[in-house]
């Protein structure tokens, strides 16, 4: 006797026609963040999403993207919405602090709103290592970040 098993699997490489995306990303370091919200946008419309369905919230630092997201995802608006920060280590523990409570948010937000909120935060300890996770030698994690939620858009119309 052999078992039959559904397997669902998302795809990264299109997304379903008329859905919107939110991109909520931090001003707080900036000049990484940027980086990732244009790699991320790019993917996105790789994957045949529209600019003028991409809708973008710039907050004042990472500690701010969760309510951002909430709201967002809120409004049922959004197929998914991705969060993007840097958060860099300085010279007390502020950072692990922040890291660890935009980790969570994120997490809640997306539980609690049965939607795809992606984390697109580096957490480093230099500017450097920020730098190779947006463009440099290490990829771009806001790439990854939009394949992410691509991927699990598709998956979630699948499992409807």
Known sequence: MTR?????????DRLPALIRVA??????????TR??????????????LPLDQIDIAWVPGAFELTLAADRMAASER?????????????????????????GSGIEAVGRTRGLPVLFGVLTCDTLAQAMARAGGEAGNKGTECALAA?????????LL
């Open 78 to 102: 959004y197929a998914a919405v991705l969060c993007l920060g840097a958060i860099i280590r300085g010279e007390t523990s502020h950072d692990r602090i922040i890291a660890h409570a935009v």
């Open 4 to 12: 039959s098993t559904n397997a669902f699997v998302g795809r990264n």
């Open 35 to 48: 980086r990732l919200l244009d790699a991320a946008v790019a993917t996105l419309e790789a994957a045949g």
């Open 23 to 32: 991109v909520v990303v931090s001003r707080y370091n900036e000049s990484i």
């Open 150 to 158: 691509i991927e699990m858009i598709t998956l979630l119309d699948q």
